[in-house]
Each structure stands twice: as C-alpha cells, then as structure tokens.
C-alpha cells in the first residue's frame, strides 16, 4: 500500500544574524542554511495496517507525512501511495489518502459543520447512496449529530477532532494519516478517538499511520512502530520486539532513612557497572533513591544490598521498565548510538 523510497528532504531557508543590527545584514546577505528534516529513509506499510510513526520533537515525521499526502515534494527518493506518486498525481492520491493534522483544522471555519461535509461530499465525488451510508457509520462510531449543524469556529477541541476525523473518512480512503490527532484531549475524548480508528481499521481495512507523543495511542493502536530521529529511521519493528530488546531495565526505588549517607556513594563503581548500566537518582523531599540498573548485568537484591551497607532502608518498590520509558531512552540516547 505504501512505498517510501530513499526519502530526504531538504529546507532552504535564509541565514538568520541575531538583533536588529543583524536583521538588516540578514536583508542584504545572500547566504542560506540546509536543514535536513527528512533524511534518506525508506519503508513499506501493508494494506490494513496501523503503523506508529514517532520520534521527539522536530524528528521529521509531520515532513514525512507532508511528503505522503503530496503537500511536501521529496528533495530526494519517492514515495508511491497505492502505486501513485502523490508529488506528481496529487488529485489521483486524495482520493485515496484521509488526512488529520491535529494541530489545525482542514474544515471550513465559518461554516456549519454540515457545509464542510456537503462541500467535500462533491470534492470527492461521493454518490448520495454512498453518503447516507458512510454518514450513518461516521455518526455512530464519532458521534457527529450533537454539533452538525455548528460552525465548526464554535465546536470544542474534542468536538472538532472528531469533526476533522469524520471528514477525513467521508470518502473512505484507503490510507488515513492522523498526525497527532488526539494532542490535547482529554481521557474520554482520547479513548473514542482511539476506538473509532480501531473499528474503522478493522471494517474498511484502511491503512493507518499515525504519529503522537502519547505512548497510550501507540499501546491501544499499533501493532508496529517506525522511530525516527533527526530525520533518520533508528526504529522499525514490532512493539513486542522492542520491549523485549530494550525493556532490560528495571528501576528500584528506596526510601532510605538517613540520606546524608548517600554523599559521595557511586553504585555502578561499587557494583563493577558501568554508568550506562547503573544509574542513581535521589528525590531529596521524599528520601527516595531511584536506581535504574540493567537486569542482563545486575540482580535487584545486589543493589539492595549495597544500599542497606550504607544507609537504613524504609521501603522499597520494585518496576520493570514501561514502554513510555524505553521510549524517552531512546529519543534521549537513540539505539545504540545507530541509525538502522
Ligand atoms: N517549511 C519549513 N521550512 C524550514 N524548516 C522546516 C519546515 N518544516 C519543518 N522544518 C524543520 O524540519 C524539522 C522537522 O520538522 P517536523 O515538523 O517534520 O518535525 P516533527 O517530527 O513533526 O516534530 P513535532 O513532534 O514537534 O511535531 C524541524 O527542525 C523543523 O524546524
Ligand atoms: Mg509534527
């Protein structure tokens, strides 16, 4: 269904000189600065699947996504979407691709929410049959009736979402883009959201890609996950696959009774760890000590036991490591330091 090929792309924009003294010298100055927001990356998505595309801020993936959809045209490599090149055959690809970009709205501000509907209706040329029906499920699984016949200017964020969602979904696309497409909802909103993609991917089979920085969307959603990281793909495989890998850390907290005794105690050296492998954290205002260790080279009652030889331990609570935390591992360190 979806084919990226070798992907870059580059932003020319002018160089910027700081103050007002450097703004004018800006005017003047013929100089440029290349970003590369997307950098050589290659991937392909299956008919029916839901892929999470994540990675921290200003990553690359709103680029990728602009360069799937059509708004953006690749500096190098290609995507072909359905076999179509959506740089070359913009119009061919919207019919096949729904977009959601949460941070703005692709609907008709001023207009009651049913124009928006009637407007795209004839965009895309969908029959009267095809509308009363596709209506009546978008309606059910999103809940649209309550505000139709609103200005969409006047609909809340949760409101709107769902708006923009259902009008994505109109023409029954075969691929749905959602870039970030539950930011600021609250937890009711989020979870139909995260239900109406869920029944819609299993009814219609429609492709799915979808970035977010809520890790609950990628835990509810996807089956697979594409990282990316100053435009390079570090990432791609299962959800499993990347817990079982990188999951090999395990945190202990303990809240000790005397923490003076703590100064100057070095955990990793005292367990012959490396730092990466052991990592200590205190929280004066509740005498918590947080140890990060890996399991693969240190035992929970190992860096017990070097604790309780220095200090009194009060309580103590024991986690293996959450995906959201595997995730800021690796946007703070990357894998391995590697690009795949
Ligand atoms: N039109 C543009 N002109 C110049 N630079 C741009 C443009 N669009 C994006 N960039 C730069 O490209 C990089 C990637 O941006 P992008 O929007 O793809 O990130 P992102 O992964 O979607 O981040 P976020 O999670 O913050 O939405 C950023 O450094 C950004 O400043
Ligand atoms: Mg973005």
């Given at each position: 269904m979806i084919e990226v090929k070798h992907v870059s792309k580059e932003f020319v924009s002018p160089k910027k000189y700081p103050g007002?003294?450097?703004?004018?010298?800006?005017?003047?100055?013929?100089?440029?600065?290349?970003?590369?927001?997307?950098?050589?990356i290659s991937f392909s998505i299956a008919d029916g699947?839901?892929?999470?595309?994540?990675?921290?801020?200003?990553?690359?993936?709103?680029?990728?996504?602009?360069?799937?959809?059509?708004?953006?045209?690749?500096t190098q490599g290609q995507c072909?979407?359905?076999?179509?090149?959506?740089?070359?055959?913009?119009?061919?690809?919207?019919?096949?691709?729904?977009?959601?970009?949460?941070?703005?709205?692709?609907?008709?501000?001023?207009?009651?929410?049913?124009?928006?509907?009637?407007?795209?209706?004839?965009?895309?040329?969908?029959?009267?049959?095809?509308?009363?029906e596709r209506m009546k499920f978008l309606n059910e699984v999103l809940g649209l009736p309550e505000f139709f016949s609103s200005p969409v200017r006047t609909l809340s964020l949760g409101q709107r979402m769902r708006a923009?969602?259902?009008?994505?979904?109109?023409?029954?696309?075969k691929v749905l883009y959602l870039d970030e497409p539950t930011i600021g909802l609250d937890l009711v909103v989020k979870d139909n959201i995260r239900?109406?993609?869920?029944?819609?991917?299993?009814?219609?089979?429609?492709?799915?890609?979808?970035?977010?920085?809520?890790?609950?969307?990628?835990?509810?959603?996807?089956?697979?996950?594409?990282?990316?990281?100053?435009?390079?793909?570090?990432?791609d495989g299962s959800l499993e696959e990347l817990k079982d890998t990188y999951g090999t850390r395990r945190k202990v907290s303990m809240e000790v009774k005397k923490q003076e005794k703590l100064k100057g105690l070095n955990l990793a050296e005292k367990l012959g760890a490396s730092h990466e492998e052991c990592r200590m954290e205190f929280?004066?205002?509740?005498k918590i000590l947080s140890v990060t260790f890996d399991k693969h080279k240190l035992q929970v009652p190992?860096?017990?036991?070097?604790?309780?030889?220095?200090?009194?331990?009060?309580?103590?609570?024991?986690?293996?490591?959450?995906?959201?935390?595997?995730?800021?591992e690796i946007y703070n360190h990357g894998i391995d330091g590697k690009a795949v």
């Open positions: 007002l003294k450097g703004a004018v010298k800006g005017l003047f100055s013929n100089e440029k600065v290349v970003k590369k927001a997307v950098d050589d699947e839901i892929v999470g595309y994540i990675g921290s801020n200003g990553a690359g993936k709103s680029t990728t996504i602009k360069m799937m959809t059509g708004i953006l045209k690749p072909l979407i359905n076999g179509i090149d959506p740089s070359r055959a913009r119009k061919d690809n919207a019919q096949n691709i729904g977009v959601v970009f949460g941070q703005r709205t692709q609907l008709w501000w001023d207009l009651p929410l049913s124009e928006s509907f009637t407007i795209l209706k004839e965009v895309y040329n969908v029959s009267d049959e095809e509308y009363e923009d969602l259902g009008a994505a979904l109109l023409h029954n696309p239900k109406a993609i869920k029944i819609i991917n299993e009814k219609y089979q429609t492709t799915v890609i979808l970035t977010t920085h809520d890790i609950g969307d990628i835990e509810e959603l996807c089956s697979r996950i594409i990282i990316i990281d100053e435009g390079k793909k570090i990432y929280d004066e205002e509740n190992q860096v017990m036991n070097a604790v309780m030889e220095v200090t009194e331990v009060k309580d103590i609570q024991i986690q293996e490591t959450e995906l959201a935390e595997i995730v800021k």
